[in-house]
């Protein structure tokens, strides 16, 4: 019994010792992980994702500070409201619920017509001239005139880029558009007509967006006109509108409408007062608008002349879309949870066509806050 005994010790200490060699010889994860350099660490740590830098933060508490110090989380855009009156406007940051103003007098009997990348397209129906103005810098791009009447304008990139271009529709007739184009340090529109397989009407109702070298735009009744400049090219593509409830065929029903594009997805979200809103990705292969029951953490922001979308946004705002309107004297932005399937505040009735397409807009927010009052 005694020689079992001692046989089981001596193999016993020959596996501890084996074990020692090998932890000599291969050092372990952890070992691994707190070995690497620090700017090695930030750079990988840098370069993931909102949500992988979150979860790589979980590996030690190393790891958690280096990965907090770089993390990057995206900014939402703030909601600049036009006045009817005066030249005080009014900029809101949903993120942080504050209110900032600006004195804008340059801006004085001029209507939105568009937003992007932190440049307002401006349009005086009086003197017919359309402009970019950065509110932030005050700087001010002059376009040739062009009467605007029931059709909206869109641009691909900021005035300051060789590839910024603008765009509108308007229709001739049911079968017959006339597409202007223009680009910053030209002397005049240039207007081509166009022929339509399919009918498409213009209207201030429409929805443009800037998509992978195109313009998307989305009809009153929801047929899809596609505008290629580098080919100059129009066609009304054979996508059937969007399915809405049969209780969305109300007061304003077409007027509810919003468009938003990202990393090549285009997004159409179908509003009523009487029921949730619907939101609609673009299957361009099979060239169907498919229903969507969550964005996967991206958030749209929803407005009438031009709509964006987030990813990496911090905090509760991921998958939640958020309109132009703010309520409880400016605390609180409206907006859908899809996670929660509401609104927020709760609901009572928002009718969406009921509101002044021209009253606010989405823009980019400043890197500091010196320009504000």
Request: glycine fraction near 4%; hydrophobic fraction near 40%; charged fraction near 20%.
């Amino acid at each position: 019994m005694a020689g079992r005994r001692r046989k089981k010790m001596k193999l016993l200490a020959e596996t501890l010792e084996d074990n020692k060699r090998v932890q000599r010889g291969q050092p372990d994860e952890q070992q691994i992980q707190s070995d690497l350099p620090t700017e090695l660490l930030e750079l990988i740590l840098s370069q993931l994702t909102l949500r992988d830098n979150i979860r790589a933060s979980a590996v030690c508490k190393r790891w958690l500070t280096i990965a907090t110090s770089v993390r990057m989380a995206n900014k939402p855009p703030w909601l600049m409201f036009f006045p009817k009156f005066g030249d005080l406007y009014e900029f809101y940051d949903p993120s942080q619920r504050k209110t900032y103003w600006l004195e804008l007098p340059e801006l004085n009997g001029s209507r939105i017509c568009y937003a992007k990348e932190g440049w307002l397209l401006l349009y005086k129906p009086r003197t017919q001239l359309v402009f970019f103005f950065c509110p932030y810098t005050r700087e001010s791009i002059d376009l040739p005139s062009l009467e605007l009447t029931y059709q909206i304008v869109a641009f691909s990139a900021a005035p300051t880029s060789p590839s910024c271009i603008l765009f509108t529709v308007k229709h001739v007739s049911p079968t017959v558009v006339a597409v202007s184009t223009c680009h910053p340090g030209a002397t005049e529109w240039t207007t081509v007509n166009y022929q339509n397989r399919l009918p498409f009407v213009s209207s201030i109702w429409n929805k443009l967006v800037f998509c992978k070298g195109l313009f998307y735009c989305l009809s009153l009744t929801g047929w899809l006109g596609v505008y290629d400049p580098q080919k100059s090219t129009w066609a009304v593509h054979s996508v059937p509108p969007p399915k809405c409830p049969e209780n969305f065929f109300v007061k304003n029903w077409w007027k509810g409408k919003f468009m938003a594009e990202h990393n090549g997805d285009i997004f159409v979200i179908y509003t009523c007062s009487a029921v949730n809103p619907v939101i609609y990705k673009l299957d361009q292969t099979n060239k169907v608008w498919v229903e969507m029951e969550t964005l996967g953490g991206m958030t749209l922001f929803a407005n009438f002349l031009s709509s964006h979308a987030r990813t990496d946004l911090l905090g509760t705002m991921r998958n939640n879309v958020f309109f132009s309107k703010v309520r409880f004297y400016g605390k609180r932005c409206v907006s859908y949870s899809l996670d929660n399937g509401r609104y927020y505040p709760r609901k009572q009735c928002y009718d969406w066509g009921e509101q002044d397409p021209f009253e606010s807009i989405w823009i980019e927010p400043p890197e500091d806050l010196s320009a504000f009052l």
